[in-house]
């Protein structure tokens, strides 16, 4: 038989342990609730406690680890105070928790908790331990809460929840309630009072009743639904029956809240009264759960109840549609324009696009697709008014127009072209503006690029070189929108301008990259060059659509073949550099640019000279084989092919044996006569020399 003290020390807590480990390497981290030592529940010796006077449980394990003789630490509690006793056992298996549960008692009708940490083992180490975790449960709602058989202890007086436990004489297991076995005594407890004036002892016997059946009392409580700006609102549990002693114990079960931290913010009054009152309450849902009980009855009753707390009732308003740029000129024969609506805004994401032609030249009707960047193509001479329409979810329109003016080429003063609008997908940051396509019934003679401000005044940054030539290049770019404008003047002085602008949007692929092989050097004679490129895409559901090869520079403009073929040939080149690009679009609209150096010398190749080894003037029949040796020729750089053929003088008979297209033709069957060959000699160049011989 047990006997314990519960010294009223304080609170203890159980949230940590020992920090080192060293002294108790084998150490059960987690504590195990609710279950008594082997040999204590069964009343077995070998098993010996000794009461501490620690108030913090991390002490007393720490301790403990210090104590050759502890073994295990025991920490029994009842609502604010605790107790800690070490545990000296003789076998591991007396430390170990049993399989029932504790149900010691130091206060009529309430039930203390225990928890165990096993720290030192005799024979290390601890065999894997799991215990059961304790039914909980309401007090007075045995029938619903508890399992046959079984009612609910509470863990102190004013408590209204509990523990499942069987009736007195039987012990509790997850299994069910098992008959106390006779080596199995009710323990009797000794409650023992310190403090500084006195100590008393009392001594407590364990008894229990059965308690009467409760009467069901019908709980309803409405949900609530309130709305922002209000976050005030009350619960009220209405009763069937309504006895005079009922009481009422409100309680928040659950919130969800929008804001970030989850943190209930709110005020409650009257927790214990019929009408619950709630103030400053936040966005969210709230679920709240009344339990009611009366003593006279006796019974009890429960009801859960919603508050939802709807967000402050969103005022919609128009979208306001944008076209950038409101005004463009374009001169032909560019005939593509940009318009940009993506800086269209609305209070709301998700707008939908609608442009419409509101009036063109005659016969101009394309279809418009319904995107925020609208690319106009194949335009025509002529005035353009082009409106957008924005609508947001809520079906709220707003609309705009932009104007687009495309001009006829002039025969007289230079034409400015600076190239198709530029739409690029960062990281790519840098692009190419091409205006060797402006024109003169002359001859240009001065190029101008220069970099304008955005109709809100705000200055994007780039780097510009080649400013005076026909290809700028516009390096560092950022999000947004750019314009450059392009002037040429003519020998007359005559000028003219054009704009070209870059859209550089937000990253969506990466473009993709051309290559137009390595730079080439020739030697004239050269009937024509081969330029082979190929390009290549960073993502497998990308793909390259499109070649086009275009000269930039040169002494004089070439014929490139096939310019929409990644391999083509140039024809028409003289001695001078010229360079050429490749450029490379994929399947998402993005292009890539690379260009190659074709360096061409003058003819500085020696024609070969053909010679032949004469066999002799008069030769002597009979002759089997006659060699004709033409591998004396000689060339700078080397004979590449030979050619040989009987003259048309040669009237003897004899054949010709084996190829003709080598240093040495071989003749047989020759008979007395004359003879008369030519051989023609070739170099890489396809430069050539001839000579005959006769014999």
Known sequence: MWIFMLLLVGPITTKTLVADKTTCPYIVEDPLPSHLPYGMQHNLTGIQLTLTSHTDFRDCVTDCCGKPDCNAVLLVSQADQAACWFLACQQDSLCLPAKEFSDMDFDTGTLSTVDLVLVRPNQPPWPEVHVDEDKICEVGLDETSCPPNQHCRPLNKKSKNGVCRCTTGEATTSQGCVTISSQTSTSSVTIGVANSMSTSTTTVATTSTTPPKPVTIAVKVANRTIELPESNTSLTAYTNPSPDDLTFDWKLVSFDLANEQNKFQGVESNSNSASLQLEGLAEGVYIYHVHVVSASLPGQGEAVANITVLPVPRVNTPPVAVIKPATQTVTLPTNKAVLEGSQSRDDTEGLEYTWTINSGPLGYDPELPSVPTLTLSNLIAGNYSIKLMVKDAEGLTDSTLASLTVLKENDYPPTAIAGEDKVIFLPQNKVVLNGNQSSDDHDIVAWEWTKLKAEDGVELPADMTGVRTPYLTVANLEQGIYTFLL???????????????????????????????????????????????????????????????????????????????????????????????????????????????VLIHEDRNQAPVARISPPGPLLEAPIPVLYLDGSGSTDDLAVERWEWWRNGVSLAAGRIIGARNTSTLTLVDLVPGDYSFSLRVYDGQGKSDTTSLSF
């Open 487 to 597: 002037k040429v003047t003519d020998s007359g002085g005559h000028s003219s301008t054009d704009e070209v602008a870059v859209y550089v949007k937000p990253p969506t692929n990466i473009p993709p990259k051309a290559d137009a092989g390595e730079d080439q050097e020739h030697s004239l004679p050269l009937p024509y060059i081969t330029l082979v490129g190929k390009g290549s895409t960073s993502s497998n559901s990308n793909n390259i659509t499109a070649y086009v090869w275009s000269q930039l520079s040169g002494p004089k403009m070439v014929n490139i073949s096939k310019p929409g073929r990644p391999s083509t040939n140039v024809t028409g080149l003289t001695a001078g550099k010229f360079v050429f690009q490749l450029m490379v679009k994929d399947n998402t609209g993005n292009n890539g640019t690379d260009s190659v150096s």
